[in-house]
């Protein structure tokens, strides 16, 4: 894929599937959600991010998990990795012992639970910039991490970073992605990072999303961005509508809680968690079955 095109469009924050009982990863179910998803149209995935529940995970279990993302995408679609923490040297260290092969980005979260100032972010990814050998795109969730990236600190990293090509933006906050999109440098990636948003910011300018719904529904989800990136904001507008109760739904008790019990619905995967995860209620897993027969995919 052409530089100038890398990661923009649908990216999937890739969900990981574990057996009942033993809760180890089910490679079976993770190989053929992966063919799912590249077969109905998505443009790359995102391995090892939040919603894959990495946190939960050995480092023994994560390598594996990479591995064989790599193995079964086979080149077909590029592969973003979540690579990041709140202690800068370690970060980079894991990169220095990161087998990049295979790998076309990282995504990079902001610093969680330090709470550094916006001169220690600009720091921080500095740091991250200069060690890594695929391009970088930032996440800024100040919901999950307590420290919000300012528009001002993201276009000062953009300028000084040339490897820091974009940011997946989850503030909620759109007159800060706006700022964003007004100022940033030429080639610089703003994405999504919240699916019910994803129409407005393509509308505004933004280059995609990284989608946790497109999971369960990665055909609908890529028609509608593919449609509003190429100028045709009246049927993306329809499909967002159509999606936007099961994107609001599948966030109701927490992520990936909502996915899970949505892919199990579709005979995808078995519903297990990690702890402190634990599943859907049964409220919500109903609401969801509802969702999903109304939508009619």
């Known amino acids: 894929m052409k530089q100038q095109t890398l990661f923009t469009g649908t990216g999937v924050a890739l969900i990981t599937p574990f057996r009942r009982g033993q809760e180890t990863v089910d490679f079976t179910k993770l190989e053929a959600l992966i063919e799912y998803i590249i077969t109905s149209g998505v443009d790359y995935i995102v391995a090892l991010g939040t919603t894959s529940e990495a946190a939960t995970m050995t480092d023994s279990e994560r390598a594996a998990v990479k591995e064989f993302i790599v193995e079964t995408v086979a080149g077909r679609v590029p592969i973003m990795l979540g690579l990041g923490g709140n202690n800068t040297l370690a970060v980079t260290d894991t990169i220095n012992r990161t087998n990049f092969d295979g790998i076309a980005g990282i995504l ?118 593919h449609l509003a990136l190429k100028g045709d904001l009246k049927h993306a507008l329809q499909l967002h509508y159509r999606l936007l109760p099961l994107m609001h739904a599948i966030f109701d008790e927490g992520n990936p809680t909502g996915i899970k019990a949505l892919l199990e619905s579709q005979g995808r995967i078995t519903n297990i968690l990690r702890l402190p995860l634990v599943k859907a209620s049964k409220q919500l897993t109903n609401k969801l079955v509802t969702l999903y027969n109304e939508f009619g995919a």
């Open 108 to 225: 990079s979260v902001a610093p969680y639970y330090n709470k550094p100032n916006q001169r220690g972010l600009i720091v921080h990814y500095r740091s991250v910039a200069e060690a890594s050998p695929v391009p970088v795109v930032m996440y800024n969730v100040p919901g999950r991490t307590g420290v919000n990236i300012a528009a001002e600190t993201t276009l000062a990293i953009a300028a000084e970073c040339p490897n820091v090509i974009g940011i997946k933006e989850a503030s909620g906050n759109i007159s800060q992605v706006m700022e964003i999109l007004r100022n940033r440098p030429q080639g610089f990636r703003v994405i999504s990072g919240d699916d019910a948003l994803t129409y407005p910011l393509l509308a505004l300018g933004a280059d995609g999303v990284i989608s946790v719904i497109a999971n369960a529904l990665p055909k609908e989800t890529s028609d509608m961005v």
